[in-house]
């Protein structure tokens, strides 16, 4: 049937072309297939009338059977119609603005009817604004579902008279002139083993539900549906990439890596550093390119793992390099790589948009005929201009800022593309990370460092600054550090900055010169002062750090002990866990104090509690995303995967995990999807690689 559902929306009757085009603009609806697979977005119970007696505070959608005694218009500011309707217990008035003319000639007094709409109270009266009405002896006769579909609309519809009403019957007509043959579209054995319902049988109630029960599994036989084949590219693709996208194969182990890990190696490596590096060592020795993210929560040790990693490069002949997203970090990172790297032999360079055009052409050159072996940088990196004598690995740090299109620019750079290693330390959670990144593998690094202190996280209100200034006092007498951090939101960038200033001065105030010193960087600086700050800061020189959120990523002064996040409740989780990482580094006890004001909202209530409870990365990125939904996430927005009809990433996680295992059974029994039971998934796989949208060839 498939031909059919192809009809353009204006040929189903009740449409026509001026119709067509609105449903075009304001819903994306083109085909019949289109309104088929535009689902309610919430139901009403219709079985449920009210009294007017009964109506509350409450502005829910009721129905109500009564007769309309008064019809009276109101001039004025706009002009209205205003009917008092009444039933044996009250009077409400239901309210027109416009179609008032029509509308009080078909009203007919003392009638029973059924009023349906949205009740409004005002003090002790009841209003209704544009009811739905109809004749009771007509409303008993009327077949009607338990369920009322509401589909989602648009102010536009609505003025243009295109109501839920006129949607439902819609898509009425398309059951009657399709005769609701929709073509299933999973194997047999799935829906067996999967307990899903036909498709024919799903597509009827999620429109017409007959019962709450029959609603639900047609919810989830369509989420289940609409997440597996999501996974199912996402995993296809994946094996196509190992099948057939080459990578250096980089088969030995050598020099460089023996001699660091033999005579240079600063401390022992964690478990958890060892096993990853082994992953990625058996990843990048394989004749495939390598496409991994590397996850470890702030402080477990990520950037050793990428040394070892560029010198497994090294010792195949080949080029590294780490992209930071800021500055600061990548010349963080540099001072680092260069110092761990000391007495190798290597040659570390970093490249920034504040790198002078002599040493700029210096880099150019050397990238150039091979001698540099390891370039850090910014964004800088993705110039046109840098080119590489051959990119074997790229490092990429702190992923979320960087869009997809930044990774592959990198690939370009080469003809067989780099092996490429991203780095968070945003701990998705596993079944979100498949969905998004399904053509990454992950690593993890679950494991600190010994000898680290949880350090402990407290919340204090703005009227307790004194006792925290106090504990400050304590803590730099006993020779450690603070940070002190202040939001900064693109938005309201300017009441920040003045913010920001003003807490700095306050603070030199309350810890003066000569007994104190106190820094500030923040994103408006010149990045050599920052840097020049920083460095002041990381050497003991100040006690306390005043900054934006420029210091979120990376940076490391392990006599750090204090973070006094300032605003706290304007803060992400994820920010405020990637703050709280930059303390907590050396071996003694770290604290985050979160500042905030009185008042907080549920939400900012929550985010500090979580806070102030657990340390786990991945707890906090739970509740995070339970908290804001998925197209919040850091780069969720660019995937273009959670661009869902039905399902729901957060909500629906299970039906993912569900989905995504029976699409990895699949996949292993019949890759190429040939087998004849197949061949309808295989159609809709097709076409949805094909056109980026499942929901037009799911029909
Ligand atoms: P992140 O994963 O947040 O990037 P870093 O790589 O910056 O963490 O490491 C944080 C700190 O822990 C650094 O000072 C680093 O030298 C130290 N470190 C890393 N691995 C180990 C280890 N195995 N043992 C002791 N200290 C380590
Ligand atoms: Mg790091």
Redesign the pocket.
């Known amino acids: 049937m498939s031909s059919i559902l192809q009809t353009p929306i204006e040929f189903l009757k009740g449409v026509g072309p001026s119709r067509a085009q609105l449903l075009r603009k304001e819903l994306g609806i083109a085909t019949y297939a289109d309104l088929a697979n535009f689902f309610p977005n919430r139901y009403i119970d219709r079985t449920r009338y009210y009294k007017i007696g009964e109506l509350n505070q409450s502005s829910a959608e009721v129905q109500v059977i009564g007769k309309i005694i008064h019809v009276k218009t109101v001039e004025g500011k706009g002009k209205r119609l205003v009917a008092t309707f009444a039933d044996e217990t009250g009077q409400m008035d239901l309210v027109w603005f416009q179609g008032i003319k029509w509308i009080r000639e078909s009203i007919k007094i003392g009638v029973p009817i059924v009023v349906f709409g949205k009740a409004a109270a005002f003090g002790n009266m009841h209003s209704m604004a544009h009811p739905e009405i109809e004749l009771l002896s007509e409303h008993e006769q009327s077949l009607r579902t338990v369920l009322q579909p509401v589909y989602p609309s648009t102010e536009m519809l609505s003025n243009r008279g295109i109501s839920n009403r006129v949607l439902v019957r819609m898509v009425h007509q398309l059951f009657v002139e399709t005769q609701a043959n929709f073509a299933e579209t999973l194997p047999p054995d799935l829906i067996r083993n999967a307990n899903l319902i036909p498709k024919k049988a799903a597509m009827f109630n999620i429109h017409f539900p007959k019962s709450s029960e029959a609603l639900a599994v047609a919810q989830f036989r369509l989420k289940f549906e609409e997440l597996f084949f999501i996974q199912l590219q996402l995993i296809s693709k994946n094996l196509i990439r190992k099948h057939k996208i080459k990578g250096h194969p980089f088969k030995q182990v050598g020099r460089y890596f023996n001699d660091f890990y033999q005579n240079h190696l600063?401390?022992?490596?964690?478990g958890a550093?060892k096993r990853v590096i082994k992953e990625i060592r058996n990843d990048m020795g394989s004749e495939a390119q390598m496409n991994r993210m590397l996850q470890?929560?702030?402080?477990?040790?990520?950037?050793?793992v990428a040394l070892m990693s560029m010198l497994i490069a090294l010792d195949n002949g080949f080029q590294s390099c780490l992209m930071a997203p800021t500055e600061i970090l990548a010349s963080q990172h540099f001072k680092?790589l260069s110092e761990m790297a000391k007495g190798l032999g290597v040659n570390i360079r970093i490249l920034t948009g504040s790198v002078r055009p002599n040493e700029r052409k210096v880099i150019h050159e050397e990238l150039e005929n091979g001698t540099l072996h390891i370039l850090i940088g910014t964004h800088a990196l993705l110039e046109d201009k840098v080119r590489f004598h051959n990119l074997g690995l790229a490092v990429i740090?702190e992923q979320h800022r960087f869009g997809v299109e930044q990774r592959s620019k990198l690939w370009k750079k080469n003809d067989i593309p780099p092996h490429v290693l991203v780095?968070t330390?945003t701990p998705i959670p596993r079944t979100l990370a498949m969905s998004l990144y399904g053509d990454l593998d992950v690593s993890v690094?679950d494991e600190l460092?010994?000898?680290r202190k949880p350090i402990q996280t407290v919340h204090r209100l703005d009227s307790n600054r004194l006792k925290v200034w106090k504990f400050i006092r304590d803590e730099i007498a006993k020779g450690r550090q603070i940070y002190i951090v202040y939001p900064l939101i693109e938005e309201s960038a300017k009441l920040d900055y003045k913010d920001l200033m003003d807490g700095y001065e306050s603070i030199s105030r309350d810890f003066p010169l000569p007994q104190y010193s106190v820094s500030i960087v923040h994103g408006k600086m010149k990045p050599a002062d920052k840097d020049a700050e920083m460095e002041r800061f990381s050497k003991g020189k100040t006690n306390i750090m005043v900054a934006t959120t420029v210091i979120e990523v990376?940076v490391?002064v392990?006599n750090a002990s204090v973070m006094v996040i300032e605003s706290a409740e304007r803060f992400g989780l994820s920010q405020l866990h990637q703050l709280r990482?930059r303390v907590g580094?050396g071996a003694e006890q770290s604290y985050c104090i979160l500042m905030t004001g009185h008042k907080l909202s549920p939400d900012s209530k929550t985010r500090m509690d979580t806070m102030v409870r657990t340390n786990d990365g991945f707890e906090i990125a739970e509740v995070d995303l339970k908290l804001r939904g998925p197209g919040d996430l850091m780069g969720t927005q660019q995937s273009g995967v959670l661009n869902l009809r039905i399902a729901d990433i957060v909500r629906d996680r299970d039906i993912l995990a569900h989905a995504r295992a029976f699409a990895i059974q699949v996949l292993r029994e019949d890759p190429t999807m040939e087998k004849p039971e197949n061949a309808a998934m295989r159609h809709v796989y097709i076409e949805m690689t094909r056109k980026q949208n499942i929901w037009n060839y799911i029909s």
């Open positions: 600063p401390f022992e490596l964690t550093q470890g929560d702030v402080g477990s040790g990520k950037t050793m680092g740090d780095m330390a690094i460092p010994p000898g990376g490391n392990p990482g580094r």
